[in-house]
């Protein structure tokens, strides 16, 4: 059952880059290297997202268990995150300039926040 | 022999400048660019450590000829420690971060003078100030000093792009110079912030003042100013959300420059990231700020790594997520995290300078920087697909070699200071970082070479001579780590309580 479950994740990561490189106009087939490029950096992003979570222990158990499960929850249900995360680290420069402003709003409100609680 | 360390700035414009006017005077752009870029590192060799006042005069309390004359409401006061001068300071640390700078900053010009028969003297201009530039930012204790030589760092870099004659770089450049018109107005009014609450644009003024009671540091004013201040870093660094432009930018720049381009932004994060945790010690979450953009160039620049196509943009990215690594070991803020992220800017600087390098033979030979288009290339030159390899480990943090070092004591720091968690991620991160490596050097160099493939024998031994000199410091740096690891004491002093 848990290696159907893999293999139906494997076909859809592997669709979602064909789906990527139609889109690239790229004409290269899918092969082993690029797959399992793909595959490791959708692992490297859930694992490095799920372990930052855990830092958050040190203002709060109870939150941290609870966005760590949201967190994972999402995570999984939205796989493979590396095509939209593909999709969104392009050279064009609206969404660089939209990410820009985004940061800029987190850092803020970070700064803000950390100053009335810390 | 305190004035070599005003040198160290000056030369390199001074030379700039002489070669932007002495354009198509080939041989002699060659052998003035060449002197001076053998001069630089030596400067911080044998310059003595101490502060440098320009236009100005050590603070009252080293100089009692003018106290006498001053009314003793001023003498009993703070003013007379305040820096009435722009002021720079040379120590140890500034030492070893100079030199290397000046080391790859030699080694990108020597390579650049021999891969042309005609050098240009406005390119070489370029590369000198952004030098002049990013050394200045490692000794002002100005901040807006700093802010002025940041603004000539980010000017000449998207200068050295535009020269490349890349296809797209002039597009790329010119993304870079818009998004600095948003990040460094933005340090800008940080500074001015800090300007209006203090008074004064010294740094140890401004630290002395907050923790005398001159002013108060829970002003919002403060928080503002570290918000933006914070900002600017992030751009200058290349730390998300920066990292797609920095990267571009690599990839958009001759090897030899991209060697360059990338120390100009290790060393920006190391020097303008100590400043803002002296400045806004007392607020928690600056380092919490530290950790989490770090965090995020490292998942990001490794992961968006392993997924490219083109070499060039790979060694880009993963130059990018190797700086969370930097970023981690200020942001923990204890004594050995600290050495420990100081010490892997020195390695990055080495090694990222070297497979910059490295991947830059593969293009002179090939002509092209698309993996899927190339592979074979072992048999032609087993050497540099030696040196290459070994560029790769090290950047990997294979031991003995200096990343193994600091990426050790990063994780070790991280335990310590109770963060397990931290140093799984960097233990996961690069264990990526190798198979990115060793993705892109099968591909390369060992699946079989395609057949349409034209690959040219020659190889520049300039770009072989620079990659040697760059790998057997790394080298000494694994064995010896003291060497360096030991000259980190004055900003750590600074730093912790």
């Given at each position: ?5 893999i293999m139906?994740l494997y076909d859809t990561i592997i669709k979602k880059i ?12 899918v092969t082993n290297i690029s797959a399992s490029a793909v595959l490791t950096a959708e692992l490297t992003i859930i694992s ?31 796989m493979p995150i590396t095509a939209?995360l593909r ?32 | ?302 992961s968006?790594?392993i997924m ?124 990526v970082?190798?198979m990115t490596?060793?993705k ?58």
């Amino acid at each position: 059952m848990r290696g159907r479950y893999i293999m139906t994740l494997y076909d859809t990561i592997i669709k979602k880059i064909r789906e990527m490189e139609e889109k690239t106009r790229r004409e290269a087939a899918v092969t082993n290297i690029s797959a399992s490029a793909v595959l490791t950096a959708e692992l490297t992003i859930i694992s490095t997202v799920l372990l930052m979570i855990l830092m958050i222990r040190k203002l709060n158990i109870y939150v941290m268990v609870l966005v760590f499960l949201l967190g994972a929850f999402l995570l999984f249900s939205m796989m493979p995150i590396t095509a939209t995360l593909r999709r969104e680290q392009t050279d064009s420069f609206y969404k660089m300039i939209f990410y820009v402003i985004l940061t800029f709003g987190v850092l803020i409100s970070l700064l803000y926040w950390g100053n009335i609680n810390v | 022999m305190k004035s070599l360390i005003a040198l160290m700035v000056i030369l390199p414009i001074l030379c700039g400048l002489l070669l932007n006017l002495l354009h198509k005077k080939d041989r002699t752009i060659k052998i003035l660019a060449l002197i001076v870029a053998i001069i630089l590192p030596l400067i911080p060799l044998i310059a003595s450590y101490g502060t440098y006042y320009f236009g100005g005069y050590p603070p009252i309390t080293e100089n009692p000829t003018i106290a006498k004359y001053l009314p003793a409401y001023i003498t009993g006061s703070y003013l007379t420690k305040f820096h009435p001068a722009i002021t720079y300071i040379f120590n140890s640390a500034q030492r070893i971060f100079i030199f290397i700078l000046g080391l790859v900053a030699f080694l990108a010009i020597f390579t650049s003078l021999n891969e042309v028969k005609k050098p240009s003297g406005v390119y070489s201009f370029l590369m000198f100030m952004a030098t002049a530039a990013v050394t200045a930012i490692i000794l002002a204790d100005d901040i807006f000093n700093l802010y002025v030589f940041f603004e000539i760092a980010a000017i000449s870099q998207a200068g050295i792009i535009l020269s490349s004659n890349i296809k797209g770089s002039y597009k790329m450049a010119l993304r870079y110079l818009l998004l600095g018109g948003v990040a460094a107005p933005m340090l800008l009014l940080g500074v001015a912030l800090l300007l209006g609450a203090v008074g004064n644009v010294n740094i140890s003024d401004m630290i002395l003042a907050m923790k005398t009671g001159l002013v108060n540091p829970a002003n919002p004013i403060f928080l503002a100013a570290a918000g933006l201040i914070i900002f600017g870093w992030l751009y200058g660094s290349g730390l998300p959300p920066f990292h797609t432009i920095k990267s571009g930018l690599y990839s958009k720049a001759l090897p030899h420059a991209a060697s360059l381009i990338q120390a100009f932004s290790v060393f920006t994060l190391v020097a303008l990231g100590v400043i803002i945790l002296r400045l806004f010690y007392y607020v928690p979450v600056v380092r919490w700020a530290f950790i989490i953009f770090s965090i995020a160039a490292m998942a990001l620049g490794i992961s968006m790594a392993i997924m490219q196509t083109d070499f060039k943009r790979l060694i880009g990215f993963l130059a990018v997520g190797e700086l969370g690594y930097i970023g981690i070991g200020l942001g923990l803020g204890t004594a050995m995290s600290i050495t420990a992220g100081l010490f892997q800017a020195v390695n990055e600087a080495l090694v990222t300078a070297c497979l910059f390098l490295g991947f830059g033979t593969i293009l002179y030979q090939t002509g092209t920087s698309e993996i899927d288009k190339l592979g074979g290339l072992l048999k032609y030159r087993p050497g540099v697909a030696g040196l290459m390899i070994l560029a790769g480990f090290i950047m990997a943090g294979i031991p003995p070699f200096n990343v193994f070092q600091s990426k050790l004591m990063l994780i070790q720091s991280a335990i310590s200071a109770g963060f397990p968690e931290l140093a799984l991620i960097m233990i996961l991160l690069s264990i990526v970082t190798f198979m990115t490596f060793m993705k892109a050097y099968y591909a390369i160099y060992l699946k079989p070479e395609p057949r349409d493939l034209e690959v040219k024998d020659r190889i520049p031994s300039s770009t072989i001579f620079s990659m040697i000199v760059l790998l057997v410091i790394c080298t000494v740096f694994g064995i010896l780590p003291k060497i360096a690891t030991s000259q980190f004491g004055s900003i750590i002093q600074l730093l912790t309580p």
